[in-house]
């Protein structure tokens, strides 16, 4: 919303957006058409999917465009509809894993999932177009794809500073592969130094219990999904920002969105080693990266940004110096947009001022 249709919007085209606003308490944007579809949670996924799949049939009416993100929703697809974009973000054993916790799935379809979405990848492959989040992405796939990178918009105006507030904060989804036991165990421990956690974002199913009881205890606050523009401002004056995704040997993946989001707003970065994660921090010096599971490193981490208020504040600026020059979607947005443009068989913006287009209509 925030990014891509946000880009789009600016160009001059009408948007349908389908999504769970209600289940998010998110007010749609005045400028699209929006759909409001059920959550996918659980095992409430039937019920939500055979809804997206009946709003979409309705949405793709007179649409030039349609755009998806959900792998899920490739088996919902209309049979009429316009060309069709699959915007790919998810590693399909990123997804097992959250689908297995979410649902509480059986360990022998748990098992049977990766390859399950693989299949549905080599068949979008054949039949979409197809736009990749990350370079990591390309090794899935046969044929090459264009990259336009997951990034974060930059403000202009300066941030609050580190430690302004005396908390950590965690953003986005919130599951056992994502770090959810350590984030408790750290916000235990924190607590007797006076700083709290605050977690912004979804969590899967497994893990509700575990923060729910961690915030009757009074050790965390739980805000659950934030749309993006509040959440990024939440978390503003933080002494670290979170990325306690565990070990995945194997695999190529790009540094989780969060870090980029966390050094846009200038607040320095705990992570653990994911090994683009920990380039990235190591390179431009903008955070701690903490060995797996290993909780006590990062309170260390967090304490020692606190208590060097000049050191954390250069910390978060060079952070904030490399996501503007390298990572701001300003530099993307307009790439973006030609792309979809040439896909709806319109004519790309290059020359030309982004709100001078006639409209065309995406979903």
Same mark, same amino acid.
């Given at each position: 919303?925030?990014?891509?249709?946000?880009?789009?919007?600016?160009?001059?085209?009408?948007?349908?957006?389908?999504? *769970?606003?209600?289940?998010?308490?998110?007010?749609?944007? !005045?400028?699209?058409?929006?759909?409001?579809?059920?959550?996918?949670?659980?095992?409430?996924?039937?019920?939500?999917?055979?809804?997206?799949?009946?709003?979409?049939?309705?949405?793709?009416?007179?649409?030039?465009?349609?755009?998806?993100?959900?792998?899920?929703?490739?088996?919902?697809? *209309?049979?009429?509809?316009?060309?069709?974009?699959?915007?790919?973000?998810?590693?399909?054993?990123?997804?097992?894993?959250?689908?297995?916790?979410?649902?509480?799935?059986?360990?022998?379809?748990?098992?049977?999932?990766?390859?399950?979405?693989?299949?549905?990848?080599?068949?979008?492959?054949?039949?979409?177009?197809?736009?990749?989040?990350?370079?990591?992405?390309?090794?899935?796939?046969?044929? *090459?794809?264009?990259?336009?990178?997951?990034?974060?918009?930059?403000?202009?105006? $300066? $941030?609050?500073?580190?430690?302004?507030?005396?908390?950590?904060?965690?953003?986005?989804?919130?599951?056992?592969?994502?770090?959810?036991?350590?984030?408790?165990?750290?916000?235990?421990?924190?607590?007797?130094?006076?700083?709290?956690?605050?977690?912004?974002? *979804?969590?899967?199913?497994?893990?509700?219990?575990?923060?729910?009881?961690?915030?009757?205890?009074?050790?965390?606050?739980?805000?659950?999904?934030?749309?993006?523009?509040?959440?990024?401002?939440?978390?503003?004056?933080?002494? @670290?920002?979170?990325?306690?995704?565990?070990?995945?040997?194997?695999?190529?993946?790009?540094? !989780?969105?969060?870090?980029?989001?966390?050094?846009?707003?200038?607040?320095?970065?705990?992570?653990?080693?994911? $090994?683009?994660?920990?380039?990235?921090?190591?390179?431009?010096?903008?955070?701690?990266?903490? !060995?797996?599971?290993?909780?006590?490193?990062?309170?260390?981490?967090?304490?020692?940004?606190?208590?060097?208020?000049?050191?954390?504040? @250069?910390?978060?600026?060079?952070?904030?110096?490399?996501?503007?020059?390298?990572?701001?979607?300003?530099?993307?947005?307009?790439?973006?947009?030609?792309?979809?443009?040439?896909?709806?068989?319109?004519?790309?913006?290059?020359?030309?001022?982004?709100?001078?287009?006639?409209?065309?209509?995406?979903?």
């Amino acid at each position: 919303m925030h990014r891509q249709i946000r880009a789009l919007l600016d160009a001059g085209h009408e948007i349908t957006y389908v999504a *769970p606003f209600s289940d998010c308490n998110v007010t749609p944007d !005045p400028r699209i058409r929006a759909v409001d579809v059920p959550r996918a949670a659980g095992r409430r996924r039937r019920r939500a999917l055979g809804a997206a799949r009946a709003a979409l049939e309705r949405g793709v009416e007179g649409a030039d465009l349609l755009v998806v993100h959900d792998v899920e929703l490739l088996l919902r697809l *209309p049979r009429r509809r316009p060309a069709t974009v699959w915007d790919v973000r998810e590693d399909p054993r990123d997804l097992a894993a959250d689908l297995a916790a979410d649902a509480r799935l059986p360990a022998g379809l748990f098992r049977s999932l990766p390859a399950l979405v693989r299949r549905i990848e080599s068949r979008a492959e054949r039949r979409l177009h197809l736009v990749l989040a990350g370079e990591s992405h390309r090794e899935r796939f046969g044929g *090459p794809h264009p990259v336009v990178p997951d990034t974060a918009r930059v403000p202009r105006r $300066p $941030p609050l500073p580190p430690g302004h507030q005396s908390r950590v904060v965690h953003l986005g989804r919130i599951s056992h592969s994502r770090g959810a036991a350590e984030l408790v165990e750290l916000a235990r421990r924190l607590a007797p130094h006076g700083i709290r956690l605050d977690l912004i974002g *979804p969590a899967d199913g497994g893990t509700r219990p575990l923060l729910r009881d961690a915030q009757r205890e009074g050790l965390l606050d739980w805000y659950g999904h934030v749309p993006d523009r509040h959440a990024l401002r939440m978390a503003e004056g933080s002494i @670290a920002g979170l990325s306690f995704r565990h070990d995945s040997p194997g695999r190529e993946r790009p540094a !989780p969105t969060k870090i980029i989001e966390y050094m846009s707003r200038g607040i320095p970065v705990v992570t653990t080693p994911v $090994p683009a994660a920990a380039a990235l921090v190591d390179r431009v010096r903008c955070g701690a990266v903490v !060995p797996f599971g290993d909780v006590g490193a990062a309170v260390r981490a967090v304490l020692a940004l606190r208590d060097d208020p000049s050191g954390a504040a @250069a910390t978060g600026a060079r952070g904030r110096a490399e996501a503007a020059l390298h990572h701001d979607w300003s530099a993307h947005a307009a790439a973006f947009v030609n792309l979809l443009e040439e896909w709806a068989g319109e004519p790309v913006t290059a020359g030309r001022e982004l709100g001078s287009l006639e409209p065309w209509h995406a979903i």
